[in-house]
């Protein structure tokens, strides 16, 4: 039973990769999600079997079936990533269904939808260095509800991560004059923070910061980026909000523990 649940959650998150895929695309040029898909590049419309997530991908050899260019691999990395994202928050989430908790399957479709929310934003700054609004007032409102329906006595705390965040990367945004970091971000903050807390959003902050390092140095060794070069910082951030979402508390005890001996 549980291979069919995970199994379920996989394929779910498959498709709702797919759709964040095209939901970037058409975001970024405007384009409306009701009408058909088409090559990015030759603009052809596509049959089904062409839009199935990573399989179309293999058997079409990574190339459009029409003007033979190349499929970028954004798409079937994120089609599993979403995948992999799901069946994480859904093993996460099983002890709800084995005990019988009340609004269990809920809570799954809500952590499933703020997940690719954070996917959503992640994709799109890296792809065009942009976070648009839509999809940080999603996330806003995802958040909220969350937390009044499943963490009500720790709403006064979202409200407190998010003040944080937002001000925090406002007031980057204000010294700096944009250079150091985008108003996307501040934005941004305040879904993050009021998903994560006051507490776990300093810990995604470290976490943001020294994965934007480490990338950051790994590319400019690999040539790849100047230290002139720009990072989108918002990829960083909701890569770590999704860690820090689901394993912040351990990761908080193992630091005060094992790093400051407390």
Not at 36 to 46: A, D, F, I, K, V
Not at 69 to 98: C, D, H, K, M
Not at 122 to 138: C, M, R
Request: net charge positive.
């Amino acid at each position: 039973m549980q291979f069919l649940y995970y199994f379920f959650l996989f394929i779910f998150g498959l498709i709702i990769g797919s759709f964040l895929n095209a939901l970037v695309w058409r975001m970024y040029h405007g384009r409306s999600m009701l009408g058909y898909s088409e090559c990015p590049l030759c603009h052809h419309r596509l049959p089904p079997a062409d839009l199935v997530p990573i399989f179309s991908f293999i058997f079409l050899k990574a190339r459009c079936r029409y003007c033979r260019r190349p499929i970028s691999w954004q798409y079937p990395l994120v089609e599993f990533t979403a995948a992999l994202a799901f069946t994480v928050i859904g093993y996460r989430n099983i002890a709800g269904a084995a005990t019988g908790a009340d609004l269990w399957i809920l809570e799954l479709l809500f952590l499933c939808a703020l997940a690719s929310v954070c996917l959503g934003i992640f994709v799109f700054d890296w792809k065009y260095y942009l976070i648009p609004d839509s999809l940080v007032l999603s996330g806003v409102i995802l958040a909220a509800i969350y937390r009044l329906i499943f963490n009500r006595e720790y709403f006064l705390d979202g409200l407190w991560g998010a003040g944080l965040l937002a001000g925090f990367f406002g007031f980057l945004y204000l010294v700096s004059a944009g250079r150091w970091i985008g108003l996307g971000d501040a934005k941004l903050g305040v879904f993050l923070g009021l998903l994560l807390g006051f507490k776990l959003s300093l810990v995604m902050l470290m976490i943001a910061y020294i994965s934007g390092a480490l990338v950051g140095v790994t590319l400019i060794l690999a040539k790849r980026k100047t230290l002139k070069g720009i990072l989108p910082f918002g990829t960083f951030l909701t890569f770590s909000a999704f860690i820090v979402f689901l394993w912040g508390e351990q990761l908080l005890d193992w630091y005060l523990r094992s790093v400051l001996n407390l």
